[in-house]
């Protein structure tokens, strides 16, 4: 995992980075949760989203917001972290010029951010968004929304409540050539505790099933999916 440093809009950020072994890689971009309430790029959710993608063969990026570690700046209520997201992806963009394709995780704060970047570009191909706060931020720009994803839960989430997320991904899955699967995890909490090995499985059978079709998620019908166990 080795540390990079990268220039951002507000000065230089802080990440680590795995470059994929094979030729044209595909892209993850992932994102912390939020930074006023101790989000960082080491967080143990974004920490097992970053092996998932890395295990599956993905050129994958994780880094700090301004302000947070040794990311330069200070907290600027999402506009200037969707700016550092969109200056993360440029920067793995100039190493992977010839990526077959290109995602977006995050979790909490960084699945709003994600989902930002999604909208704003159009070369992101899919998303793993994990326990987006939908009872806190709007997510109605999603529209509509331009690729297909997973979107995971957990059923004992204390800080966004199941049912505005299910509310949420059952309004994406209704979009014509969009595919979203929504995984709860039961007795999960926000943080997911002791149930990281579950949200491991859901997002690697997730990336799985993009890679044995070898298409985008979008190339299918629409779908979503039952809970896990």
Request: aromatic share 10%; proline share 7%; hydrophobic share 40%.
């Amino acid at each position: 995992m080795p540390e990079v440093i990268f220039n951002g809009a507000d000065g230089r950020l802080e990440g680590r980075y795995h470059h994929g072994k094979t030729p044209n890689a595909p892209l993850a971009l992932l994102l912390h949760p939020h930074p006023q309430h101790g989000g960082t790029m080491n967080n143990k959710v974004v920490y097992a989203l970053y092996h998932a993608f890395v295990r599956r063969g993905f050129s994958t990026l994780r880094f700090n917001f301004r302000g947070v570690g040794r990311s330069q700046g200070k907290f600027d209520n999402g506009q200037g972290e969707l700016s550092d997201a969109a200056s993360a992806l440029d920067w793995m963009q100039s190493f992977n010029a010839n990526a077959q394709a290109c995602w977006v995780g995050g979790f909490s704060f960084g699945a709003w951010i994600g989902m930002q970047l999604l909208m704003r570009r159009p070369e992101i191909d899919g998303f793993v968004s994990v326990a987006p706060p939908a009872n806190a931020y709007d997510f109605t720009f999603l529209a509509p929304c331009p690729s297909s994803g997973l979107i995971v839960h957990g059923t004992a989430d204390e800080l966004v409540p199941e049912p505005s997320v299910a509310k949420l991904a059952n309004k994406l899955a209704s979009q014509r050539n969009i595919r979203v699967k929504y995984r709860t995890i039961e007795g999960a909490n926000h943080f997911f505790g002791n149930h990281l090995n579950l949200l491991n499985e859901a997002v690697d059978d997730y990336l799985g099933q993009w890679m044995t079709h070898d298409t985008a998620p979008a190339a299918r019908a629409p779908e979503l999916a039952v809970a896990l166990p």
